[in-house]
T-cell receptor
Framework: GQQVMQIPQYQHVQEGEDFTTYCNSSTTLSNIQWYKQRPGGHPVFLIQLVKSGEVKKQKRLTFQFGEAKKNSSLHITATQTTDVGTYFCAGGQGAQKLVFGQGTRLTINP | NAGVTQTPKFQVLKTGQSMTLQCAQDMNHEYMSWYRQDPGMGLRLIHYSVGAGITDQGEVPNGYNVSRSTTEDFPLRLLSAAPSQTSVYFC?????????????FGQGTRLTVV
């Protein structure tokens, strides 16, 4: 079945440093979604990418969807302590049967 | 607007006991799903439903049953709890149509089987 791999599993940065997490699917995706989960919380939707090569920005967050629609990345510029949490990518057909990556846990040294 | 409501928030079961995790949404979403979250393994799909009366298996369905008698409710039943089912369970609902199909998650149920 479809698999979604996400790296790295953990990332620790100094506040102000950049952060990137990468997501790769074994199959071509119709769309990819990104979620953030704060410690002890539930996943919260960040964004959805649909088009090949699509790039979207949300303030300091930049999301990319690969040309082949099999990979994606999330880049955070100048991290802040509020960015702490686990970031998940999820791919599939709409949101019905999302396959999640293992997540990247981001911790920040203030 | 409550969104997705899960109950209970915490539960401890003995091996062999059965229980039902409740999930309700008030957004009139067609799609609902159950995930379990274990350390280092992300969220794995247990069962999902595309509408009332229709359910299907996800990646890890063994030991769990679901039903969808109404659009709003999607309970998850553990038939005979095992320690391997110790996990955090999340219910999610989503709209399938044009544009964003984001999943809305409940607060989660932390289940321990001893």
């Amino acid at each position: 079945g479809q698999q979604v791999m996400q790296i790295p599993q953990y990332q620790h940065v100094q506040e102000g440093e950049d952060f990137t997490t990468y997501c790769n699917s074994s199959t071509t995706l119709s769309n990819i979604q990104w979620y953030k989960q704060r410690p002890g919380g539930h996943p919260v939707f960040l964004i959805q990418l649909v088009k090949s090569g699509e790039v979207k920005k949300q303030k300091r967050l930049t999301f990319q969807f690969g040309e082949a629609k099999k990979n994606s990345s999330l880049h955070i510029t100048a991290t802040q302590t509020t960015d702490v949490g686990t970031y998940f990518c999820a791919g599939g057909q709409g949101a019905q049967k999302l396959v999640f990556g293992q997540g990247t846990r981001l911790t920040i040294n203030p | 607007n409550a969104g997705v409501t899960q109950t209970p928030k915490f539960q401890v079961l003995k091996t062999g006991q059965s229980m039902t995790l409740q999930c309700a949404q008030d957004m009139n979403h067609e799609y609902m799903s159950w995930y379990r979250q274990d350390p280092g393994m992300g969220l794995r799909l247990i069962h999902y439903s595309v509408g009332a009366g229709i359910t299907d298996q996800g990646e890890v369905p063994n030991g769990y049953n679901v039903s969808r008698s109404t659009t709003e409710d999607f309970p998850l039943r553990l038939l005979s709890a095992a320690p391997s089912q110790t996990s955090v369970y999340f219910c999610a609902s989503s709209y399938q149509g044009e544009g964003n199909t984001e999943a809305f998650f409940g607060q989660g149920t932390r289940l321990t089987v001893v």
